[in-house]
């Protein structure tokens, strides 16, 4: 998925676990990536833009470091 307001692409992978989805955001360019659990009734979409804020966040401090 590409995002716009970034121009960064970023790699999802859904795994179900249960009652629960298992979702990694992953950047390409860096290899840093973040997991968040979601409750399986969540849109893909909910969890695609909360998993992308918590990357974002990674990066930025990543890059801060």
């Known amino acids: 998925m590409k995002k716009q307001d970034e ?3 970023i790699y999802f ?3 179900s676990i249960g009652k629960q989805i298992r979702v990694a955001a992953i950047d390409p360019d860096t290899g ?4 968040i659990i979601a409750p399986a009734s969540a849109s893909q979409l909910d ?4 998993a ?3 990357l974002m966040r990674k990066l930025e401090r990543d890059q801060n470091s």
């Not at 840093?32 to 997991?35: G, M, N, P, Y």
């Open 7 to 9: 121009q960064r692409e």
């Open 13 to 15: 992978e859904f795994i």
């Open 32 to 35: 840093a990536e973040v997991v």
């Open 47 to 50: 969890m695609q833009r909360i």
């Open 52 to 54: 992308t804020a918590k």
